[in-house]
């Protein structure tokens, strides 16, 4: 975290919770979490703060071009799948990040800083 953007009582609070779900949660489950602790917080504050908390790196923003975002605790790349009937994302635990930018730099002329790699389907409880 740079020294510019401090870890208010409000990030703190969002970060905790982030990290201890794996649901990939929407900013609104977020607010309802967090209202617990911090009565008085409004909903522009959880946005606000993801949104910095994204910007320094400590969360990830997940934008599958619906209505709303999810949001993931974890801030490394990773991959992650969303099921095409309940919405849900989960994580996947498939280590193949290097081998994939390596296969796009060997096979164009592009250098691959990172890349996004995302699966939809169904999961094991809608199918």
């Given amino acids: ?3 510019k ?3 208010t009582k409000q990030r703190k609070a969002i970060l905790e919770v982030l990290k201890d779900t794996n649901i990939h949660p929407t900013a609104d489950w977020i607010y309802e979490q967090v209202k617990e602790e911090i009565p008085n917080i ?3 504050t959880i946005y606000r703060n993801l949104n910095v908390l994204a910007e320094i790196g400590e969360i990830m923003i997940l934008d599958y071009g619906s209505t709303y975002s999810r949001f993931d605790g974890v801030p490394e790349n990773h991959y992650h799948f969303q099921c095409s009937e309940c919405e849900g994302v989960f994580d996947l ?3 193949h ?3 994939l930018n390596q296969l796009v730099e060997e096979k164009t002329e592009f250098a691959v800083e ?3 790699l995302e699966f939809y389907g169904y999961c094991p ?3």
């Fill in 1 to 3: 975290m740079s020294k």
């Fill in 5 to 7: 953007t401090r870890m």
């Fill in 42 to 44: 409004s909903l522009g």
């Fill in 93 to 95: 635990d498939v280590s």
């Fill in 97 to 99: 990040k290097e081998d």
């Fill in 114 to 116: 990172d890349h996004r």
């Fill in 125 to 127: 409880n809608c199918q």
